[in-house]
């Protein structure tokens, strides 16, 4: 084999070796790549399976807590419209005292308790009288209504607490007044005006100068803001930071009426309330 023909020979070896390693190395970079390529997409169709799943998942849990939310804010609605209804039942049953209460105001008149306590015979007659038809068993009255206190407004439960506060406080008076004749005292309180000023502000000045006389005249305007202040709250509007601080007020009047009240017990009734005439 001469020169020429073995060098065409060679170089035809290595065209062909050539060849067949790119071709070599080619399929196999093909092959890796599917191989790598058909890992990650089946890794990318479990992820895709997986992230559907929680999607789902997730939807459900959505749709069951925003179900629950509804179903909870219903029955929260519905709770305090009950709330709202069973507040005014009690605001009812107390203004089956009004007679109580406008018996007292005239018997709480400075000129009428001045003649008590000289012990004018009529005007003790005519007390008693007046007394004898004036309800004063106050048992159980208003009861529908605590357990409103939870799904009112502050201040709408602070106002009830004054408007039961002036009926309460009359029909007890009224009770002790009877077995006691001429005795007077006690008669008439500063502590439920006291209360009566925080829940009606703009009525200071009247409530100070009229005292308990005032309490028959202001039920009328208490009971008017109790209902305004339950139409706020059927209509879902908050209350806002000056009704609870005056609520608040409202509440440490009322405690102190009923630390006074403890301590008279306490002591057979011989620590009186502070009356008006000092």
Do not use: C
Not at 81 to 87: G, H, S, T, Y
Not at 144 to 150: D, G, K, L, T, Y
Request: charged fraction near 25%; avoid cysteine; aromatic fraction near 6%.
């Amino acid at each position: 084999m001469d020169i020429g023909t073995l060098a065409t020979t060679n170089i035809i070896v290595l065209i062909v070796v050539g060849v067949v390693v790119w071709g070599t190395r080619k399929w196999w970079s093909e092959w890796i790549a599917q191989q790598v390529r058909g890992d990650v997409e089946e890794r990318l169709e479990r992820l895709r399976f997986e992230l559907r799943q929680s999607e789902s998942e997730i939807e459900v849990l959505r749709d069951s807590a925003l179900s629950n939310l509804k179903t909870t804010q219903a029955a929260l609605t519905q709770r305090r419209m009950k709330a709202v209804d069973d507040l005014w039942a009690g605001v009812d049953q107390w203004s089956q005292f009004n007679g109580t209460l406008m018996t007292m105001a005239l018997l709480r008149s400075d000129a009428f308790l001045e003649s008590l306590e000289q012990g004018d015979r009529d005007s003790i007659h005519f007390a008693e009288e007046m007394l004898k038809a004036a309800p004063t068993d106050i048992e159980d009255v208003g009861s529908i209504a605590r357990s409103a206190r939870p799904y009112v407004s502050e201040l709408a439960w602070g106002l009830y607490t004054a408007y039961l506060s002036i009926f309460a406080g009359a029909a007890i008076t009224a009770r002790m007044f009877k077995p006691r004749g001429s005795n007077v005292k006690g008669l008439a309180t500063k502590s439920i005006d006291e209360i009566l000023i925080k829940a009606l502000p703009d009525q200071e000045s009247y409530i100070r100068s009229a005292g308990s006389i005032s309490h028959y005249h202001l039920a009328d305007v208490l009971r008017t803001r109790i209902l305004e202040e339950l139409q706020k709250i059927l209509a879902g509007k908050e209350q806002d930071a000056e009704g609870i601080a005056r609520a608040a007020e409202i509440g440490a009047a009322a405690a102190k009426l009923r630390e006074a009240q403890d301590r008279s017990e306490a002591t057979g009734g011989k620590d009186k309330l502070p009356t008006e005439r000092g």
